[in-house]
């Protein structure tokens, strides 16, 4: 497994860490600050599923019209991440 973190821009959370498997799916999904029951359940969600389905499926989910969300800036992570992996 892979760890990542990613410092996120625009909304409530500052940080979303994360680990990846030699499959690419996702594991341990921790959101630093932000609402914490909705941004636990988004952890439990993705728990085991693969980053590129997750990142397409959340890419552009906006929060209150600010252009972004916690969900969107966890698949700007995931996509950083996957582009990370195969440098």
């Known amino acids: 497994m892979t760890a990542y973190s990613y410092k996120t821009t625009g909304v409530?959370?500052?940080e979303i860490r994360f680990e990846l498997?030699?499959?690419?799916k996702i594991?341990?999904?921790q959101f630093i600050?932000?609402?914490?029951?909705?941004?636990?359940?988004?952890g439990k969600l993705v728990e085991g599923e693969d980053a590129r389905k997750i990142s397409t499926l959340l890419d552009g989910n906006?929060?209150?019209g600010?252009?972004?969300s916690c969900a969107d800036q966890f698949?700007?992570?995931l996509k950083q991440a996957l582009a990370?992996?195969?440098k």
Do not use: F, M
Request: contains cysteine; proline residues 3%.
């Open 12 to 14: 409530c959370s500052s």
């Open 21 to 24: 498997d030699e499959h690419d």
């Open 27 to 29: 594991h341990r999904v």
């Open 33 to 42: 600050g932000g609402c914490p029951g909705n941004l636990l359940a988004i």
């Open 62 to 64: 906006d929060c209150a």
């Open 66 to 68: 600010k252009g972004t």
């Open 75 to 77: 698949a700007k992570a």
């Open 84 to 86: 990370e992996k195969t």
